[in-house]
């Protein structure tokens, strides 16, 4: 079935992101999914964990709800189009990797766009349903100030380096095996 969000709502998708591209569609597409399978419409207990940091995120921060600073959002740098949706709420979730079959040679961007939009979700995407969260949710931790530069940090990032308590920037300069 093709898309069945409403025109308005991807036109502000598309203001959100900036400008409009096949990757955007893409996590309109996959947004589209989650919404669709477990109820995701911005919900404070909608969870995603995406394998990239290509447009489409934009697409789930904007339609989802999902974002970093709530810590719903969740990126793995794999560098695949896949995207982990879970709905905390009901305990259900699914990973929908995009099956890249629809590409041609010599399309367009607006055509491919329009195809994506047209495109069926199970032809999109390659979906394994699960039952448990991929993720723990996020934890508030203390922060400590860096002994070398005095900044803030969160307590998991902190580096102990002889005897210094140092946050990332101000270990990479004194620790040459990174």
């Keep these: 079935m093709?898309?069945?969000l409403d025109k308005k709502r991807i036109e502000e998708t598309i203001?959100?992101?900036?400008?409009n591209c096949p990757g955007l569609t893409?996590?309109?597409?996959?947004?589209?999914?989650?919404?669709?399978?477990?109820?995701l419409h911005n919900t404070a207990n909608s969870l995603c964990v995406t394998e990239t940091d290509m447009c489409?995120?934009?697409a789930i921060q904007f339609l989802a709800g999902c974002s970093f600073g709530k810590g719903n959002l969740v990126h793995r740098d794999y560098g695949k189009s896949a995207f982990t949706f879970f709905n905390r709420d009901t305990g259900k979730g699914f990973r929908a990797?995009?099956?890249?079959?629809?590409r041609k040679e010599g399309v367009d961007k607006q055509t491919r766009i329009r195809m994506l939009l047209d495109a069926d979700l199970d032809d999109l995407f390659?979906?394994?349903?699960?039952?448990?969260?991929?993720v723990r949710p996020a934890r508030?931790?203390?922060?400590?100030?860096?002994?070398?530069?005095?900044?803030?940090?969160?307590?998991?990032?902190?580096?102990?380096?002889?005897g210094s308590k140092l946050c990332a920037p101000c270990f990479k300069?004194?620790?040459q095996k990174i």
């Design 26 to 39: 893409i996590g309109i597409r996959a947004a589209e999914l989650a919404m669709t399978r477990l109820n």
């Design 56 to 58: 489409g995120v934009d």
């Design 15 to 19: 203001a959100f992101h900036g400008h």
């Design 97 to 102: 990797l995009f099956r890249d079959t629809g």
């Design 173 to 175: 300069t004194v620790e």
């Design 140 to 162: 508030i931790l203390k922060s400590i100030p860096c002994d070398n530069c005095g900044e803030s940090t969160m307590e998991s990032r902190i580096r102990l380096f002889d």
């Design 2 to 4: 093709p898309c069945t």
């Design 126 to 134: 390659d979906i394994q349903e699960f039952d448990s969260p991929p």
